[in-house]
C-alpha cells in the first residue's frame, strides 16, 4: 500500500503565492506519474496538474502558466508552487498516484484566497 500526504494548504491573499507538497510512503515499487486535483465546494473535483516520471507535464487551462509542478523521484514527493493565486483558486487540493495500477489519494489540504 501507498500513502500519499498533503501539506502547505493555508490562507492567501489574492496575488499571492503557496507551495504544496505531497510526500509518498509504503510499498511503492515503481510509478508513472502524479498529480494534484482540486475540489471546489459545490464542484466536482478537477485535475489540476500531472507529471510523469520522465518529467512530462500537463496543466489545466485554468492555472497555467501560474501553477508549476515538479518531483524529486528519490524523495518520493511531488510539489505544487502555485503564483498569482486567485478567488477561484480555492478548494481542497488532493494529491494522487497510480502504483501497481491502483489508485490512491492523499486526505486533502485546504488552500483559501481571500482578502
Known amino acids: 500500500q501507498v500513502q500519499l500526504v498533503e501539506s502547505g494548504g493555508g490562507l492567501v491573499q489574492p496575488g499571492g503565492s503557496l507551495k504544496l507538497s505531497c510526500a509518498a510512503s509504503g510499498s511503492i515499487f515503481s510509478w508513472n506519474a502524479m498529480d494534484w486535483y482540486r475540489q471546489a465546494p459545490g464542484k466536482q473535483r478537477e485535475l489540476v496538474a500531472r507529471?510523469?516520471?520522465?518529467?512530462?507535464?500537463n496543466y489545466a487551462d485554468s492555472v497555467k502558466d501560474r501553477f508549476t509542478i515538479s518531483r524529486d523521484n528519490a524523495k518520493n514527493t511531488v510539489s505544487l508552487q502555485m503564483n498569482s493565486l486567485k478567488i477561484e483558486d480555492t478548494a481542497v487540493y488532493y494529491c494522487?498516484?497510480?502504483?501497481?495500477?491502483?489508485?490512491?489519494w492523499g486526505q486533502g489540504t485546504q488552500v483559501t484566497v481571500a482578502s
Open positions: 494522487h498516484t497510480v502504483s501497481q495500477r491502483r489508485d490512491y
Open positions: 507529471i510523469t516520471s520522465g518529467g512530462n507535464t
